[in-house]
């Protein structure tokens, strides 16, 4: 009997398509993984089912879009059937290293089916400030302070600009000095976590085993490796001055043309964030190929969204507009037995799970919505489909259940014709990607008239089947949990 195959699952926190080198970026963020590509199936086209982190991951580990048990219940519900739960039960080692996000904890179920865990959150998960939205502004008596400086400045008109320009400067000046970028940075960096990944191989034998490892180094706030901006053949940047791009790029009070003057040093902060990344996956998929694990086993390598920089105007990843460099991510898929093809059709996420399972010659289970490509993922019936994303509008903090009840955004995205739908307010616009692939203009409402009904068509059919189709049972559980979360948090004592 053929040995059972291993999976490793990285899934790369923010990292947009167009800025790894195999998806085509000119600047050399992922030599390691350009090569890898080469021997892998890739996913030239690879849609998340939703963004950010918590309308990305339903699918990516459960195969399902992120609102089909309703919008209030959010993550995994207990006893949902998933990647790992499928592994666990055919016997495989299950291991989940993750740098620090609150949205892929426990309380959001993604932690069930692991044999071992470590997420970085200490004992209580919390909301992560920055994600989803802006990073949050500094706390306390400063962050009181910028308030009233606001009112002021607001009644200061033109003069206000320069009044705060020196505030900001002036409230950089009297933050304590850092010492390396490696104290400014929030979340553990890829390192910490393939340092972890290595004991726990070296620690089970011969064991087939799921290896799902999630990365932050491309988050913001962003705080690099030293040696990854070197490696990019950046200059050194000095922590004061990585501290003040960040700040800067957070202001709220600004305009996108303002934010743009530090938009291309903020830019070299992220892509040495995806250097790192790479750096530490040819690390671990070192010691794999040293070992004979490496014949058996499956990688895949992918993101649970993208991440913004002015290309619509907007910074990070908030749930509202599913805009390309949002919703586009990369999917690398190297196992053994696969020469390098590249699918260049749309793919939803909804297609990883099942897909992986069949790398590993396993059956999906029937709760799975998507299909299997391992074995015919250029000519398969993909070729010929749409991938959705969707999110709710403006719900930057699931952890309150109120602000996950606001509108949602749909995107259906084939090919050449991309509709985004949004409730309310309702509009629709359709995009021709071929003429438009920035997305800067919709269709008239009167151009392609047969795309746009087909697109819209298609995005009834999933309204239709994600209210028609609801599990009851799993949407039970995860508002039980959700109470039960909830009376814990305000009752601590009660326990
Ligand atoms: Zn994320």
Same mark, same amino acid.
């Given at each position: 009997?053929?040995a059972?195959?291993?999976? =490793?699952?990285v899934? =790369? ?20 993984l350009d090569?890898?590509a080469e $021997? +892998?199936?890739i996913? +030239?086209?690879?849609? *998340?089912a ?8 339903p699918? #990516?580990?459960a195969?399902?879009p ?9 993550g %995994?519900?207990?006893?949902?059937p ?15 290293f993750s ?17 071992t =865990?470590?997420?970085?959150l200490g004992?209580?998960?919390?909301? *992560?400030?920055?994600?989803?939205? +802006? #990073? ?6 400063s962050s ?8 002021v400045r607001q ?5 206000g ?7 900001f400067?002036?409230?950089? &000046? ?6 390396s %970028?490696?104290?400014l940075?929030?979340?553990?960096a ?13 620690? #089970? ?9 999630h990365?932050?180094?491309?988050h913001?706030?962003?705080?690099p ?8 053949g950046?200059?050194? *940047?000095a922590p004061? /001055?990585? &501290?003040y ?8 009070d ?12 903020v830019v ?5 964030? #995806? ?6 996956? $040819?690390?671990?998929?070192g010691?794999? /190929? ?10 895949a390598l ?6 913004e ?35 260049a059709?749309?793919s939803?996420?909804?297609h ?11 059956p999906p289970?029937?709760?799975?919505r ?13 070729s010929a489909?749409?991938?959705i994303?969707?999110? *709710?509008?403006?719900?930057t903090?699931?952890f309150r ?8 955004v749909?995107? =259906?995205?084939?090919?050449?014709f991309?509709?985004?739908l ?7 616009r ?15 409402a ?5 795309? !746009? ?14 209210s ?10 995860a508002r039980?949990r ?6 814990? !948090?305000?009752?601590?004592n !009660?326990?």
């Amino acid at each position: 009997m053929a040995a059972r195959k291993s999976i =490793v699952l990285v899934t =790369v926190d923010c990292l947009r398509a167009d800025h790894a080198g195999f998806m085509g970026y000119a600047r050399p963020t992922t030599p390691f993984l350009d090569s890898l590509a080469e $021997e +892998s199936l890739i996913f +030239s086209n690879a849609i *998340v089912a939703g963004a950010p982190t918590y309308y990305s991951f339903p699918a #990516i580990m459960a195969s399902r879009p992120p609102l089909a048990l309703g919008r209030d219940a959010l993550g %995994l519900a207990p006893g949902e059937p998933c990647l790992a739960s499928v592994l666990k039960q055919a016997g495989y080692a299950t291991a989940s290293f993750s740098a620090g996000n609150p949205y892929i904890s426990s309380q959001f179920g993604y932690e069930q089916a692991f044999d071992t =865990v470590q997420h970085f959150l200490g004992d209580e998960p919390t909301r *992560v400030p920055d994600d989803g939205a +802006s #990073i949050a502004s500094p706390a306390g008596w400063s962050s009181r302070l910028n308030r009233k400086v606001q009112a002021v400045r607001q009644a200061l008109g033109p003069l206000g600009k320069v009044y705060d320009e020196l505030y900001f400067r002036y409230c950089q &000046r009297i933050t304590p000095a850092a010492k390396s %970028l490696d104290s400014l940075r929030r979340f553990p960096a890829a390192d910490v976590i393939v340092d972890q990944a290595e004991s726990w191989l070296a620690s #089970i034998g011969d064991s087939p085993f799921f290896l799902w490892l999630h990365l932050m180094d491309p988050h913001g706030p962003y705080y690099p490796k030293e040696a990854a901006l070197a490696l990019l053949g950046n200059d050194p *940047v000095a922590p004061a /001055r990585a &501290r003040y791009l960040n700040s800067y790029w957070n202001r709220s009070d600004i305009g996108a043309s303002r934010l743009a003057r530090h938009r291309d040093e903020v830019v070299a902060l992220y892509d040495a964030g #995806i250097s790192w990344v790479d750096v530490q996956m $040819e690390r671990l998929v070192g010691s794999l /190929r040293a070992s004979p694990r490496w014949e058996n086993c499956i990688f895949a390598l992918t993101a649970d969204h993208g991440e913004e920089f002015l290309d619509h105007g907007g910074r990070y990843h908030p749930p509202a507009k599913l805009m390309e460099e949002l919703i586009r991510v990369p999917l690398l898929l190297r196992g053994p037995g696969r020469a390098n093809e590249e699918a260049a059709a749309p793919s939803s996420r909804l297609h990883l799970a099942p897909t992986l399972l069949a790398a590993a010659q396993l059956p999906p289970p029937a709760e799975f919505r998507g299909r299997r490509y391992w074995d015919r993922a250029a000519s398969g019936p993909a070729s010929a489909g749409a991938a959705i994303s969707e999110c *709710v509008a403006g719900c930057t903090n699931p952890f309150r259940r109120q602000g996950r009840l606001g509108s949602r955004v749909l995107a =259906v995205r084939e090919a050449r014709f991309k509709l985004i739908l949004q409730f309310e307010p309702p509009y629709d616009r359709v995009y021709d990607l071929e003429a438009d692939p920035g997305e800067h203009a919709p269709l008239p409402a009167s151009a392609q008239k047969a795309a !746009r009904r087909r697109l819209l068509e298609i995005a009834r059919d999933h309204l239709r089947r994600s209210s028609e189709g609801r599990d009851q049972r799993m949407v039970l559980r995860a508002r039980l949990r959700d109470l039960q979360l909830e009376w814990a !948090r305000s009752f601590p004592n !009660r326990q």
